[in-house]
């Protein structure tokens, strides 16, 4: 028994240390009439832990890569969404070309598996060089590309942002964006957690409107997550029935007049042209 139960766990180990496979995985997919993107195949996949996927799309340059479980019509929207992140008036010209520079300087993509742990994303990281790119999660499971304001929320709309604000706009304005202390976004943000904190308190002070409590966020993931919030809820994402309830315990400020009066620096940050930022929550829809 000893013996049989040895060699599970060993084979159990060989398979979560699988590498990516030494060529580019295959699908099938279809393109939509409608769609002003195009789904390609990954035989010219740039590494080999991209070979775990099977499609992918180019954004300006930026690549939206999935697996085979990721359904044609979530690697669209998650592309969609992407573009309007980074094109908001959808004029077909990207309104912050400093931010996409430095996206792409970073190999910033995105990367969508079926589901977390799954056997395609261990096998991505485990062949990943994150000297060359910057990839963000995205998956199956939070992906819905028909999302109306209902729960569950589409988290294409959180991870794509990640992706934006994290490899683009942190990088173009470091004294600004930028993920760590003395930044005006962090500033913004010690005031919202209620005080600076390196590490998760073991309760906020009261008062505090930002309330993350994930232990593996340091205080850059703490920033980014903060962005995110803020910028949603700016648009408008975070304003229908029962998402105060869902949100609360992290964040507080969820509709536009929130943002503004409970948290004005990051209100007057976020509403500053000089940068370009998002001012139209985006829908899947680009030039459509």
Same mark, same amino acid.
């Given at each position: 028994?000893?013996?049989?139960?040895?060699?599970?766990?060993?084979?159990?180990?060989?398979?979560?240390?699988?590498?990516?496979?030494?060529?580019?995985?295959?699908?099938?997919?279809?393109?939509?009439?409608?769609?002003?993107?195009?789904?390609?195949?990954?035989?010219?996949?740039?590494?080999?832990?991209?070979?775990?996927?099977?499609?992918?799309?180019?954004?300006?340059?930026?690549?939206?890569?999935?697996?085979?479980?990721?359904?044609d019509a979530q690697l669209l929207h998650c592309a969609n969404v992407l573009a309007q992140y980074l094109d908001n008036d959808e004029n077909?010209?990207?309104?912050?070309?400093?931010?996409?520079?430095?996206?792409?300087?970073?190999?910033?993509?995105?990367?969508?598996?079926?589901k977390e742990r799954s056997a395609e994303q261990r096998r991505f990281f485990n062949s990943f060089n994150d000297n060359e790119f910057t990839?963000?999660?995205?998956?199956?499971?939070?992906?819905?590309?028909?999302?109306?304001?209902?729960?569950?929320?589409?988290?294409?709309?959180?991870? %794509?942002?990640? $992706?934006? @604000?994290?490899?683009? =706009?942190?990088?173009?304005?470091?004294?600004?964006? +930028?993920?760590? *202390?003395?930044?005006?976004?962090?500033?913004?943000?010690?005031?919202?957690?209620?005080?600076?904190?390196?590490?998760?308190?073991?309760?906020?002070?009261?008062?505090?409107?930002?309330?993350?409590?994930?232990?593996?966020?340091?205080?850059?993931?703490?920033?980014?997550?903060?962005?995110?919030?803020?910028?949603?809820?700016?648009?408008?994402?975070?304003?229908?029935?029962?998402?105060?309830?869902?949100?609360?315990?992290?964040?507080?400020?969820?509709?536009?007049?929130?943002?503004?009066?409970?948290?004005?620096? %990051?209100?007057? $940050?976020? @509403?500053?042209?000089? =940068?370009?930022?998002?001012?139209?929550?985006?829908? +899947?829809?680009? *030039?459509?």
């Open positions: 028994m000893r013996l049989v139960v040895f060699f599970g766990v060993i084979l159990l180990l060989s398979f979560a240390c699988r590498k990516s496979p030494k060529s580019p995985a295959s699908c099938e997919f279809s393109n939509s009439y409608n769609d002003y993107f195009t789904i390609v195949d990954n035989n010219d996949s740039p590494a080999r832990a991209f070979n775990v996927f099977c499609k992918k799309v180019n954004v300006f340059g930026l690549v939206v890569y999935a697996t085979p479980g990721i359904t077909g010209a990207v309104d912050n070309p400093l931010v996409l520079d430095k996206m792409l300087e970073s190999g910033a993509c995105m990367t969508l598996f079926a990839a963000q999660d995205l998956y199956g499971t939070e992906t819905f590309p028909n999302w109306s304001f209902t729960s569950p929320f589409d988290a294409t709309l959180e991870e %794509v942002l990640h $992706l934006v @604000t994290h490899t683009g =706009y942190s990088k173009a304005y470091p004294n600004v964006f +930028g993920e760590q *202390q003395g930044t005006e976004i962090s500033n913004a943000m010690d005031i919202a957690r209620g005080g600076q904190f390196m590490s998760i308190p073991s309760s906020y002070p009261q008062g505090a409107w930002y309330s993350y409590d994930d232990n593996t966020c340091e205080y850059d993931c703490q920033v980014t997550e903060y962005f995110y919030w803020a910028l949603t809820s700016l648009l408008g994402a975070q304003d229908y029935p029962g998402r105060y309830q869902e949100i609360s315990h992290e964040w507080k400020a969820n509709t536009p007049v929130l943002v503004q009066t409970m948290d004005s620096l %990051v209100y007057v $940050l976020l @509403t500053d042209s000089t =940068y370009n930022l998002p001012t139209q929550l985006p829908d +899947g829809s680009y *030039q459509r």
